[in-house]
């Protein structure tokens, strides 16, 4: 299993990080990258990724903090992304859902950072949120046939997934899918059952985004790496195959995207 999306930086993880890490390689873990969202947190990933063999990192500033992208945390985050265990540009993109920097300022963070992943040939860890036909906007706007990165933690419609996948993205799934109401007894399947059913199966990746979203069965805990496997069982029930499936399927493509 690879956990395409962790935060293991965060202070949630302070007690106990080195058990938490070990707990998922000794269960089946294989790798997994941690994702920056700010100057700091890309910093601690950078330095999780150099201690550890089998843990990667990203680079990015998060929507939320648009404000603070400039020439310095630009150029910080140039001279991170040379290291070689940081193999992607992210978490970056658009969030309109809370909206905590100006869309005009995300936007222009969003267009800096693509081009910042543009220059290192590296790809993309993308968060999107209630935005997703400005940021198609954005990405069809540059002369490219075909960009290479994830939409992390998916959670939109079919056709918009689509469209993703046309412009040549991964998509990743969170514990979220495991907790929408499955109503398929009376006809009435949640969209996202759709979206995974429909998805070609070299496209998807797994991810926590831990300490958020636990997914069922650990609703109210604190997220961590190894509760990815209940995400690939949610998967492999939704598509009615087998676990081992998704776990392979899953990590072939993280590997791929990533060349880890
Ligand atoms: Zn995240």
Redesign the pocket.
């Known amino acids: 299993m690879i956990d395409s999306?962790t935060?293991i930086d965060f202070k949630e993880f302070n007690d106990d990080r080195e058990k938490v890490i070990k707990r998922f390689f000794e269960n089946g873990g294989e790798k997994m990258i941690n994702?920056g969202?700010d100057l700091r947190s890309s910093i601690r990933s950078c330095e999780l990724a150099k201690n550890n063999e089998n843990i990667f990192a990203s680079v990015g500033i998060h929507p939320h903090d648009a404000d603070t992208v400039d020439k310095n945390s630009l150029k910080k985050l140039e001279e991170l992304s040379k290291h070689y265990k940081v193999i992607a540009v992210g978490?970056i993109g658009l969030d309109y859902f809370r909206n905590l920097s100006s869309q005009e300022r995300q936007i222009e963070a969003f267009r800096l950072q693509l081009e910042l992943a543009d220059n290192h040939n590296m790809p993309l860890i993308i968060?999107c949120r209630d935005a997703y036909n400005d940021l198609l906007d954005i990405l069809k706007s540059y002369q490219t046939d075909s960009w290479h990165g994830v939409i992390?933690c998916f959670a939109a419609s079919q056709k918009i997934a689509e469209e993703f996948l046309d412009l040549g993205f991964y998509i990743g799934f969170t514990g979220i899918i495991t907790y929408y109401k499955d109503r398929s007894k009376l006809g009435n399947k949640p969209e996202i059952y759709r979206v995974i059913e429909n998805m070609p199966l070299d496209k998807i990746l797994i991810e926590t985004?831990c300490p958020y979203l636990s997914p069922v069965p650990r609703r109210g805990e604190r997220n961590e790496p190894l509760f990815v496997r209940y995400v690939a069982e949610k998967i492999a029930h939704i598509r009615n195959t087998s676990l081992e499936e998704i776990e392979k399927a899953t990590s072939e493509n993280a590997i791929k995207l990533f060349n880890i």
């Open positions: 999306h935060h994702v969202c978490e968060h992390h985004d």
